[in-house]
């Protein structure tokens, strides 16, 4: 029972990376800022202003405090007031074994209740991405829900396949940057389609549940499942690119917010759970 | 341990005439300490006195804000000032007015601790 209790509607793989619960601090998520030498402003524009995570205990003008789905705290992402602002929370690590990974996740998103209406559309995204790196390549499979464009409701996942366009940074030589957050690119995930739990005014919060699975091995998507919705992933392919020079084994996990509209957008994890299947010789 | 968290709530913009950091949630955090880097002085001041003045606020909600009631400014040939605050409540940011006439570019950092 304790067991259950503590990783709430989570199944991980045999071996747990890491379980962070957002009660007991942000366990090494951070900001995200793009590359940069000698000089902040010569990295690309879309990373100078990528709002980094906080701990919210969820509180609201008209409720009060309502707390995570399992605890008091949760990890937020919250944008500026303006549309397209994003803010990303990332996670670095880096692998032992070259299998599948999964990561669960309970998520939610608000815009800031700064106006008593609806706001249904005034998130326009959240997403979620793996950048990892083998021995042959730079793989980052991106995917979001794309909430609204516009003021338009959507309610679709998405992903982004398209390799990068990359750009030299400073004159060392040994620096390249590429954005791969921003709005181009993304194309709809098959069957891909699904309503979310908004609920009925801006103040009220829903947590949806989240796991996707991922083969390092042939680095690939695996599975997709939101909620009591499982996707088609074999269609879909990841960003890939030529391996990079310092990345070898690279890990990392990051979760967005997108503004709509000149309203905040609020992402909010609960918890974060990342576990792998590693057969007993490769753990040893 | 305590916890303990450094948040760079503002990175390398110019600030001039009035300004406000983006709201913070600080509600597991017992003491605070905004510090305010200067990177670099991009317009002079037309007049003397200090390059900026900052005030803490405090908010039930995030987005109503009224006075905490620590201040600090940052005087001519200073790089760095710190403004500390304590009982605060959930929600915390920096906001004040520039010297007319000045542009600061800055970066301003929120250090919480259990």
Known sequence: MEQ???RGPFSPLSTVLYSDDFDTGLHGWTGLIGNYEDRLDNMLPQY????????SNCTVWDT????????????????????????????????QYAGLIQLEARFAFKPEATQLQLSETDVGSVGLLFDLQNQTERVMP??????????RPVGRWQVKSRPPHFADIGNSGKTRSHFHLGPDGWEDLPGGDQLLCYNEIATKLNWHYLKLGFDLGSMSFVYLQCNDRHFDTSVIEPMRMPAMANLWCMLNVAFWAEAGTDRRALLYLDSVLLSAEIPQCASA | MRQCLTAAVERDVVWEGEFATEPWEAAWASEAIFFVRL???ESA????????????????DGTLWCDEGSTATLEAGQSLVAIRARHFGGWLR?????????????????????
């Open chain 1, 4 to 6: 259950v209790r503590e």
């Open chain 1, 48 to 55: 100078r202003d990528l709002r980094p995570p906080m701990l």
């Open chain 1, 64 to 95: 009060g405090t309502g707390g995570s789905a399992n605890g008091t705290y949760a990890m937020k992402l919250a944008t500026r007031p303006r549309c397209g602002s994003l803010a990303v929370g990332i996670k670095r690590l880096t692998y």
């Open chain 1, 142 to 151: 991106h995917l979001r829900y794309l909430n609204a464009v516009a003021g």
């Open chain 2, 39 to 41: 990177l670099s002085l």
């Open chain 2, 45 to 60: 001041p037309a007049g003397a006195g200090p390059l900026l003045e900052a005030r803490v606020q405090i908010s039930p």
């Open chain 2, 94 to 114: 920096l906001c004040g007015a520039v010297a007319p006439g000045a542009r600061l570019r800055v970066i301003a950092y929120l250090n919480l601790k259990e």
